[in-house]
């Protein structure tokens, strides 16, 4: 005798993941909209939802069709309950639930003058992803003026596509408070690959409308250049540079061009996997990365750290080490696709910079 019930609520459960599914990839098909994805994130956010408690569950579940013995059946039931809780946290929560991680990097090469040095780094902006939920973000925007920072760094994605998506941010982000100055670099979605332009003038149009917005907000960009900061103290951006599909833009090279060999240098570039391909053997002393976002999911506790993303980055989160070159890679301050952040949160980074005595 069948469970008519039962199988009444599978086909439910079934239809909406196939209805989240569709809804989906129809909204991302209109990504030249500067809405364009919050239908499309919240549906992604259903199919998240349903989709991965699912699959934690699949496994002792099918064993215990198999083997008949009930504990693997609870086994299987709480890790669906607890994710699916999880997940829910996540995005009513997490996305939200930015995190202040302050470190303190000595150097031997440090000028003196420069030994103390405070700066703040955001990435990963994605300011489209908050669909001008104003009073949600402006408790973040102003934990970063509250730091006091000499100087605040961002690190690329300052938008998910279009450079209109800051429109109305403007005043928010031109309110960050840094003693010395505000830098940014562009990140791989900065540029408008992802979406269909009309012709390439408008997509010229856009990147050039989204570094002037850099500029009205009161970061001064850096397109492969190099700023003195102070006497042996240089700071580099370069373009995005990125393995595999991702844009290659960030000349090293050029940027390094007019900086003395023996100058402490810190460099602003948006893939970590730049670190490993290009930036190792430079004499680069410290470098700024973000891209990954922790995958917006993972474990970083009882001395655990895993997300996901580690299959793919082995750099994806926290402060890295190779002879005496440092990489640092953000968290990400917002969040693309997935409308939340289960385990891995929102970031900001306090850096205060000591010479080693």
Known sequence: MYDVPGLIAALAYLTSIAAAIVTLFREFRKRNSTLYYKRGFYAFGIVVLLFVPTLIFLVPGVVYLFSGLPVLFYIGASLFFLSFVAIVYGVLKGRWNWKIHEHTLEFENLPKEMSGTTIVQISDVHIGSFFNLYHKVKPALDKISELHADYIVFTGDLVNN???????????????????????????????????????????????????????????????????????????????????????????????ENVPENAFKLLLSHDPSHFDEQVIGTGIDLTLSGHTHGMQFGIERFGIKWSPVSFRYKKWAGLYKVGKQLLYVNRGFGYLGFPGRVGIYPEITLFKLVRKA
């Open 162 to 256: 279009v450079a209109e998506e800051m429109n109305g941010w403007e005043s928010y982000f031109r309110a960050l408070k840094a003693k010395k100055g505000k830098f940014s670099i562009l990140g791989n979605h900065d540029y408008g690959d992802y979406v269909q332009w009309k012709s390439k003038e408008e997509k010229v149009n856009n990147i050039n409308s989204l570094v002037q917005k850099h500029r009205d907000i009161g970061f001064q960009p850096l397109l492969n250049q190099s700023v003195e900061l102070a006497k042996d103290f240089y700071l580099l951006g370069v373009e995005n540079w990125g393995n595999g599909r991702f844009r290659q833009s960030g000349k090293l090279d050029e940027t390094l």
